[in-house]
């Protein structure tokens, strides 16, 4: 059967949909745009099919981001970025647990040591994995710290090491330096570390999410994103548009507090809840 | 895309030159950039729908359609309202009433409650009161070491909460703690939750109902998107807010969850954190939050 006819009232639905899941609304129009040929020339049937075609272009946009980088190196560096309370922390214990169960032997590197009792968070994280932390005392140089960890991952022959940095503003100059410094200290003690450098993002964060992927990938080069609290009512869509225009991959998602509450990401299922 | 509301209103308005009065047409066409401008600013898709719609009133009015500089006469238009939703004038804490007084710290995950509840403690410290900090988070790892750390670093008690405790035992417990020490002020840090999250909803309102707190109030992360609305409207309901803590604000978002938050419930956003150090935390000025939703 055909459904709704497709006219302004349809269109200016689906426009908000998309801006209510934060897709923004230059993303918005653009996917909405590119659809009007289709929808001129009646190649699309009804508003379902128009709903169809727009959850398929979002998926296209994932379909062409980069694919992470594969685990080759022994230990395989893990360094972990973002604004302030994201989820990095917990996002770190989430992974580090997912990978144990794979059968990897994983360490963990509190270089956030700005942050009061953060490192403490990360031990707790360490403990309920069950896997090695190096940590030093608050106030430490971050470095430093992820120069130990990837010493003693070398000297343990761990598989996966990975590094916790305290959460910055990427507008702020001299964290985001610190940032480049901690990546260039981790590259002078293995060659090639950090081989993976994950930007977690909240998903309930609106349109400043895509200057936090830009500058913390000029900063630091990202290799991938996280997007945590996908258990809330919002739909985290901004990654569209940092998918579009930086074609970073989306790693996981998180989807609660718990140690098992980490996901692959899925593109059309990300799509299907943008519209459900 | 957009940098600067003036330049695309300029922009808009620059078509019209010669061409004599303005139309109720040019005015619509405003008040889609100034519609866009807000979409942008992650104003509620809702929110924006209806100020603009509140707007278009005074613009086809007098004001705008005899003006020779039509832009600048919609941006004032559009900032006085904007500022005015917002509560025209910055709204202080509430600390009348016999002591002790409660302030109740709520709102999501990482928000910034536990930072905002120790700027807090260092605001009332300042002000000649005698706060006690007292760490109801249960639930994230380390939570209540954070807050004492806060406590050591200002020299501010910190109520010591059980990690296998009740978050509404730890609270009435607090109560004893106050007078012992002769506190005149708790203020209660509670775990980040989801607004759809019913027992730990639940929870909050037991701990209100037990302490009656003169000050619940909801942090919220600046940089929050389209959501705000969900979460603000949802912990409302439950709970009466008394004020909003916007954090993070030092960054570059522009904001809109602010004006998003105050539109669907009414409740004044109160104080904003500019840092993560303890002295990072000021009053609220509506009409800087109206300049920077606009871009401006
Ligand atoms: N609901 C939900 N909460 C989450 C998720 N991921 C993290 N959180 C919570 O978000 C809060 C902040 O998490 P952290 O891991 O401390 O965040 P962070 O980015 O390390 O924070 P900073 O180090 O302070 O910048 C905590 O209360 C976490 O339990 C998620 O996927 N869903
Ligand atoms: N840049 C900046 N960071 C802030 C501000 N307020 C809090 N933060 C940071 O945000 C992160 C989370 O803050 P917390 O106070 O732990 O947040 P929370 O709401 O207590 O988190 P949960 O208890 O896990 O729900 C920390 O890194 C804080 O330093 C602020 O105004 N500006
Ligand atoms: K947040
Ligand atoms: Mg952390
Ligand atoms: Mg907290």
């Known amino acids: ?276 | 895309m957009f940098d600067n509301l003036s330049d695309r209103l300029a922009e808009t308005f620059k078509r019209l030159k010669g061409h004599g009065k303005l139309s109720e047409a040019n005015i619509a066409d405003a008040l889609r950039e100034v519609r866009l401008a807000l979409l942008e600013a992650d104003v509620n898709y809702k929110v924006a729908k209806d100020f603009v719609a509140g707007v278009r009133e005074r613009a086809v009015g007098q004001e705008v359609m005899k003006s020779l500089t039509p832009a600048q006469q919609v941006i004032k238009i559009v900032r006085e309202e904007l500022s005015s939703l917002m509560g025209g004038q910055a709204e202080g804490l509430n600390l009348i009433g016999r002591p002790p007084q409660v302030l109740m710290m709520v709102g999501l995950q990482g928000a910034g409650k536990t930072t905002t509840a120790g700027k807090l403690a260092r605001m009332l410290a300042g002000m000649g009161k005698k706060p006690l900090l007292v760490p109801a988070d249960v639930q994230r790892p380390a939570a209540i070491e954070q807050l004492k750390k806060l406590g050591a670093q200002l020299g501010v008690p910190v109520h010591d909460s059980d990690p296998g405790g009740d978050p509404v035992d730890i609270c009435v417990r607090a109560l004893g703690t106050a007078s012992r020490l002769g506190c005149d002020a708790l203020i209660l840090d509670t775990a980040g939750r989801l607004h759809i999250d019913e027992p730990l909803m639940a929870q909050l309102e037991r701990i209100k109902q037990k302490l009656q707190p003169g000050e619940i109030l909801l942090v919220a992360d600046a940089m929050t998107g389209q959501d705000a609305v969900n979460v603000a409207e949802a912990f409302h309901q439950r709970l009466g807010l008394s004020g909003v803590v916007l954090t993070k604000v030092e960054g570059d978002a522009r904001g809109g969850a602010a004006l998003s938050i105050r539109a669907v419930t009414g409740v004044p956003i109160k104080l904003v954190g500019v840092g993560e150090k303890l002295d990072a935390l000021e009053p609220f000025h509506p009409d800087r939050m109206a300049g920077r939703i606009l871009g401006m």
């Not at chain 1, 923004?24 to 075609?53: H, Q």
């Not at chain 1, 580090?96 to 994280?125: C, N, P, Y």
């Not at chain 1, 985001?176 to 081989?195: Q, T, Y």
């Not at chain 1, 450098?197 to 990202?222: P, S």
């Open chain 1, 1 to 276: 059967a055909i459904g709704r006819k497709i006219d302004d009232e349809v269109l200016d639905e689906l426009e908000e949909v998309l801006v209510t899941a934060d897709l923004g609304v230059k993303t918005t129009a653009e996917l909405i745009g590119g659809l009007r040929g289709k929808v001129r020339r009646k190649e699309l049937a009804d508003a379902e099919a128009l709903k169809g075609a727009l959850r398929a272009g979002i998926e296209e946009i994932f379909g062409r981001t980069a694919a992470p980088p594969a685990m080759t190196a022994k230990p395989h560096v893990i360094m972990v970025v973002g604004v302030n309370g994201v989820g990095k922390t917990t996002t770190i214990g989430k992974l580090a647990s997912h990978l144990s169960a794979q059968g990897k032997k994983v360490m963990l590197g509190a270089a956030d040591t700005f942050r009061a009792a953060a490192a403490e968070q990360l031990e707790i994280w360490a403990q309920r994995v069950g896997c090695p932390i190096v940590r030093q005392k608050e106030g430490a140089d971050p470095s430093a710290v992820a120069y130990d960890t990837v010493e003693a991952a070398v000297g343990r022959g761990v598989d996966v090491a990975i590094i916790d940095t305290a959460g910055r503003l990427h507008t702020k100059v001299n964290l985001m330096d610190e940032l480049r410094k901690i990546h260039r200290v981790i590259g002078k003690k293995m060659d090639g570390a950090p081989h993976e450098v994950i930007l977690v993002l909240d998903a309930t964060t609106g349109q400043n999410a895509l200057n936090q992927a830009k500058m913390f990938n000029e900063a630091v080069q990202l290799t991938g994103l996280i997007l945590t609290k996908l258990d809330g009512t919002a739909k985290g869509g901004v990654a569209v548009a940092i998918a579009g225009e930086l074609k970073l991959p989306i790693c996981y998602v998180g989807v609660g507090e718990h140690l098992d509450d980490l996901r692959p990401f899925d593109a059309r299922e990300f799509a299907e809840a943008i519209f459900g």
